[in-house]
């Protein structure tokens, strides 16, 4: 079995998800089954509304009057009847004072409620040691306040019933199980996992006729046999006790009123479901802990799944972003890197000298160069860099990014002409003109014609490639500098998305413990109805019956 100290955290950190105002008596009964797992005694509550005999039955039980007692309202806190060699009251004030008695009278004042039905708000506990058999061996008996009284006193009853290992509901004869009480077997005790109880029908003295008497027992009967109590097979689940007379008889010695009154039986019955249970507290008290784990897991599990589909929407919302952030990515570089095609193609030495060698050639020529350079050559390079520049410049404002950059367009120098020397005619040329109508001389003129055109041309093609050369390594390093401008960047998650992740994971991670915490519930053995226990049943109660008649 998990070991005390985890189970308590894993429920004490489950209890961390749950909303400290609508959970908060979910979140004290956890604190109260954990701090129970660890208690060393075994201990018995009397429940039951105000003036049912709890006091009474307990008095009974020790055969003396301890427990204050009178017709109206009486015990407004929780008082701890221990043993002890000899009676003592302690009263433990909430400053820390300590109130010490050897008899119990101080409870009138520091225990019973007021005549306004309130209690003293500086006690902070009441304890009775007292020197009777039946609390030996670390047996407690709680005396806790009526129910149904005041919303308080409600309060702290059904706290307390987490942190005791027997529950006694009483019963009263003239009004058997009200549906008050029903409510409370169902809601405080049975849902809460508390299932180890047993019912005292108490004043059946006070009935008249015999018929009355059975029809209220079996009336008590017919409405507690649904509830299959955590005990010993073998053992009634239901006693009729008269609890005055029984007292009475007690301290007035009278053994045949005391046995007519039932405490005998219900004594004995105690007994044994002290001797057979106290040994299996640990797993009975585990059981409630089970409980407990159960309702924190469905309000988890309902968290997880509302978290769950805020995390798969913040998450689908997300995707879908980034998705078209990679399409709009896709498209932009398409674009750009059709311009930019375009722009390196129409670099290329080859386009340029086939675009530009001849008409530029000219300008040269006529010493028109720079006006041809800056309203032709110019403009058409802009359209082609503006055009790649107007890509990124959407670009970044898509994807949320600054932009410096720009295409770099440099120009070479002012081409350098190195002119043809005009070649004269020799002497022979010379006379052959003469007789030719000057061909010579033409052909030397066409001749340095065409070898001055030639230097025209060979000018402007040094420097379309000096400019085509630099332009394309410009454009190489621009590309490299702004990939990352048309590339879409995904966004980090927000912190906000985050914290729900983790808060996700965290309560996925807390119900997986507690479910690990409710599989164990199929290792704890419950009481079965086998011959051999209920053999064990019969000596043990009709052994503590022996020993009770010698006491």
């Given at each position: ?26 979140i004290k009964d956890v604190e ?71 008899d119990t009278e101080i409870l ?379 590339t879409f960047s995904i966004p ?60």
């Open positions: 079995m998990k070991s005390v100290i985890g189970t308590s955290n894993t429920l004490k950190t489950a209890c961390q998800f749950l909303d400290p105002q609508e959970h908060q008596q979910l109260s089954v954990c701090e129970q797992l660890v208690n060393p005694n075994f201990r018995i509550a009397m429940l039951a509304p105000f003036n049912f005999g709890k006091s009474t039955l307990i008095n009974a039980l020790l055969g003396q009057n301890i427990m204050p007692v009178k017709m109206v309202r009486t015990t407004g806190t929780v008082i701890r009847i221990k043993y002890g060699k000899t009676l003592t009251t302690i009263i433990t004030l909430k400053s820390g004072e300590i109130i010490r008695s050897n009138k004042e520091f225990a019973v409620l007021n005549k306004k039905g309130q209690r003293r708000e500086d006690v902070g506990s009441v304890e009775v040691l007292c020197p009777h058999f039946l609390l030996k061996n670390g047996v407690e008996l709680l005396d806790l306040p009526g129910t149904n009284d005041r919303e308080a006193q409600d309060v702290l009853v059904r706290d307390q019933l987490l942190q005791v290992d027997l529950v006694i509901q009483i019963l009263n004869a003239r009004q058997p199980f009200t549906q008050g009480e029903q409510d409370t077997l169902n809601q405080w005790l049975i849902e809460r996992g508390i299932k180890t109880v047993i019912f005292v029908l108490n004043r059946m003295n006070e009935i008249e006729t015999q018929k009355d008497k059975s029809e209220i027992y079996d009336d008590v009967v017919s409405t507690i046999k649904f509830f299959k109590p955590d005990l010993p097979e073998g053992l009634k689940k239901l006693y009729c006790v008269d609890a005055l007379p029984a007292l009475e008889a007690k301290q007035n010695r009278k053994k045949w009123q005391v046995f007519k009154s039932g405490i005998i039986d219900f004594e004995v019955s105690l007994l044994t479901i002290i001797s057979l249970h106290k040994k299996r507290t640990s797993q009975t008290r585990f059981l409630r802990v089970i409980t407990m784990a159960s309702k924190v897991r469905y309000i988890l599990n309902k968290q997880a799944q509302e978290l769950a589909i805020e995390v798969s929407n913040a998450e689908n919302i997300r995707n879908l972003a980034i998705e078209k952030g990679k399409q709009q990515e896709k498209s932009l570089k398409e674009e750009f890197s059709k311009r930019v095609e375009i722009y390196q193609n129409w670099l290329y030495l080859n386009t340029l000298v086939a675009s530009y060698e001849i008409e530029a050639a000219k300008t040269l020529e006529t010493k028109g160069f720079y006006d041809w350079q800056d309203n032709k050559f110019k403009p058409t390079i802009l359209d082609y860099t503006q055009a790649i520049e107007k890509c990124v410049s959407k670009a970044c404002k898509k994807f949320q990014k600054g932009n410096s950059n720009r295409i770099n367009i440099s120009f070479p120098e002012y081409p350098k002409v190195s002119l043809p020397t005009r070649q004269d005619r020799n002497a022979g040329q010379w006379i052959g003109d003469i007789f030719n109508g000057g061909a010579n001389r033409k052909k030397l003129d066409q001749e340095y014609e065409n070898k001055k055109w030639q230097a025209y041309k060979d000018a402007v093609h040094s420097y379309l490639s000096e400019f085509s050369k630099s332009n394309l390594a410009s454009l190489n390093e621009y590309e490299k500098n702004v990939h990352p401008l048309i980090a998650e927000s912190h906000e998305f985050i914290d729900k992740r983790n808060d996700l994971n965290s309560l996925n991670s807390s119900i997986d413990s507690i479910q690990h915490i409710e599989s164990q519930k199929a290792g704890i053995n419950r009481y079965k109805l086998k011959i051999l226990e209920l053999f064990k049943v019969f000596i043990i109660f009709w052994n503590n019956w022996f020993l009770h008649f010698l006491k």
